[in-house]
């Protein structure tokens, strides 16, 4: 069974800094990897998403790692912004299937200080 | 549509009454997912189609359970005889057609039974 860790659960840093949230996961069969945020009361965006072929993906600020044989994942966010406080999901599909189901981690809680 | 939609965004309903949760995934995505979070808890699978079809119903919690999908499009979420435990908040999600199957999120509905 896919087991998926984010450690720590919440996390916080003073605006400006450069920081990494890790992603653990036990099987790594994996398919793709999926990074989300998740701002309270609301639904996921999706940020990033890794193929099992790849090795990282950008997105702005935003740059994504995958490890597969040693299952980890880290989400790096440079320069930290207030507006980058929200919860930090990573998601892993197994390899059994292109549409098979995403299993989450419980996800790192970031608070931004200004 | 331009995303995922859900309705309703919350549903306030007395113990032991039957719900209707509805999701919309977006256009020409043939996969659909319904996730359950509950308070302070990470994103449980419920239920995947593929097409109409249901490759993997594994995470219904019990038969009060159900779901279904019609014409490869909108998905209904149905619990009967709802409890207090089922108070969360259901998420749908449709993914992109392979091989960069990426996961979108409706906002989700918000159940509370009281």
């Known amino acids: 069974k896919q087991e998926v860790t984010q450690i720590p659960a919440a996390l916080s840093v003073p605006e400006g800094e450069n920081l990494v949230l890790n992603c653990s996961f036990t099987?790594?069969?994996?398919?793709?990897l999926q990074w989300f945020r998740q701002d309270p009361g609301k639904g996921l965006t999706s940020l990033l998403l890794?193929?099992?072929?790849?090795r990282e993906q950008t997105s702005g600020r935003l740059n994504a790692s995958l490890d597969k044989s040693s299952g980890r994942s880290t989400l790096y966010i440079a320069a930290s912004q207030p507006g980058d406080s929200a919860t930090y999901l990573c998601?892993?599909?197994?390899?059994?299937?292109?549409?098979?189901?995403?299993?989450f981690g419980k996800g790192i809680t970031l608070s931004v200080r200004p | 549509g331009a995303g995922v939609s859900q309705s309703p965004s919350n549903k306030v309903t007395e113990k032991g009454k039957d719900v209707e949760l509805r999701c919309d995934p977006i256009?020409?995505?043939?996969?659909l997912y319904w996730y359950r979070q509950s308070l302070g808890q990470g994103l449980e699978f419920l239920i995947y189609?593929?097409?109409?079809?249901?490759?993997?119903k594994s995470g219904l919690p019990s038969d009060r359970f159900s779901a279904e999908r019609t014409g490869g499009s909108v998905s209904t979420l149905t619990i009967q005889r709802t409890q207090q435990e089922d108070s969360a908040v259901y998420l749908c999600?449709?993914?992109?057609?392979?091989?960069?199957?990426?996961?979108?999120f409706g906002q989700g509905t918000r159940l509370t039974v009281v």
């Open positions: 998601a892993v599909r197994l390899v059994t299937g292109a549409n098979s189901k995403l299993t």
């Open positions: 256009s020409g995505h043939t996969a």
């Open positions: 999600a449709s993914s992109s057609p392979p091989p960069y199957t990426e996961a979108f």
């Open positions: 890794i193929q099992s072929s790849q």
């Open positions: 189609f593929q097409g109409n079809s249901a490759p993997d």
């Open positions: 099987d790594s069969a994996i398919y793709n």
